[in-house]
């Protein structure tokens, strides 16, 4: 069955848009629709959730939240939650509720809520079930170098959020664009269905910052939609031994920017509602109480920006 696209008024008065897809997308007429989701809308789309699933409950309550902060914001919004958080370095980190569990919990927050969802993959393995799954799928960015992997997910059909090394330079990504390109051409889907996302770079130990030239550079030399991760742009990798720490006070300075260059067409920003409970990225991790003022300004920025643009 065919994707399909929604575009209507909510009932607050702004803009929202929906992508409901009803089974999983077999031609390049879909994929297109998908993809037209992400990247054609008059507003800019956010990927939002916890980092981590935690239950079903947690999942089916945290996602009906957040649809309605963002239909109330008139923005269009992917719920996002991981089911394995495999690239932890410390064996004690929480990793979540595995790939059955997770899918099962993923497949009804989308069918009960009708809203898009998003998780990560870490294995070629599992691209297959998770794509019968999700609208979208992303990779890790400590594995955006491995050929095999970017192959694989790229061939799963599906629009896929590629994420930038923290090691990388942002014109570096076009290589990693045109791996997934050739991989999915030669599948027979359709190769313009991915985004780049930058969530920013290593600088020394333990820390991350973010060069916003990347963003227009990420733009010009992939020709992909850039997602700007507002989240874990502010972590600090392992800073509390067994877990990494972070400046959630700094997402709203650093997504301002992000979506102030023009270049971006969406931002990930995690969100749960008591980060300092979350058993996984808290410390950079939005509060859903402080969502609804930070949207309505970058829905302005982006809005002004758009305006101006020649």
């Known amino acids: 069955m065919a994707v399909t696209l929604i575009s209507s008024k909510n009932n607050q008065g702004g803009n929202a848009s929906q992508l409901l897809l009803n089974s999983y997308p077999t031609t390049s007429q879909d994929m297109k629709a998908a993809i037209s989701f992400l990247t054609s809308q008059a ?23 957040l ?26 980190s929480f990793r979540g509720v595995g790939i ?42 400590f594995l955006c170098r491995q050929s095999d992997f970017i192959a694989a997910v790229a061939a799963g059909g599906k629009p896929v959020n590629i994420k930038k090394g923290q090691f990388l330079a942002p014109w570096d990504m076009k290589n990693v664009i045109a791996k997934a390109r050739a991989a999915a051409k030669a599948a027979g889907v359709p190769d313009d269905h991915f985004l780049v996302c930058e969530r920013g770079t290593s600088f020394g130990y333990g820390n991350l910052v973010v060069d916003m030239r990347g963003l227009p550079i990420m733009a010009e ?16 990798p392992g800073a509390q031994g067994t877990s990494s720490g972070g400046h959630r006070e700094y997402v709203p300075h650093l997504s301002r920017a992000a979506v102030a260059t023009g270049a971006v067409s969406g931002v990930f920003m995690e969100a749960h509602p008591t980060p300092d409970s979350a058993p996984c990225d808290g410390p950079n991790t939005m509060a859903f109480k402080d969502l609804p003022e930070l949207l309505a300004e970058l829905k302005g920025i982006y809005e002004l920006v758009r305006k101006n643009r020649p």
């Not at 507003?43 to 409950?57: K, M, N, T, V, Y």
């Not at 030399?221 to 600090?236: E, I, M, Y």
């Open 100 to 141: 059955k569990e997770g899918l099962s919990i993923l497949a009804e927050v989308r069918e009960k809520l009708s809203i898009p969802v998003l998780t990560d993959v870490h294995e070629v393995e599992q691209v297959k079930p998770v794509a019968e799954v999700v609208d979208v799928l992303q990779t890790p960015a």
């Open 221 to 236: 030399t992939t020709g992909c939609p850039v997602v700007f991760d507002a989240t874990h742009s502010v972590q600090l």
């Open 67 to 92: 649809k309605g902060i963002f239909a109330k914001a008139g923005l269009p919004f992917i719920y996002k939650s991981s089911f394995d958080k495999a690239n932890r370095s410390s064996a004690g």
């Open 43 to 65: 507003d800019l789309f956010f990927i939002s959730g916890p980092c981590a699933i935690e239950s079903r409950a947690f999942a089916l309550e945290t996602a009906e939240e």
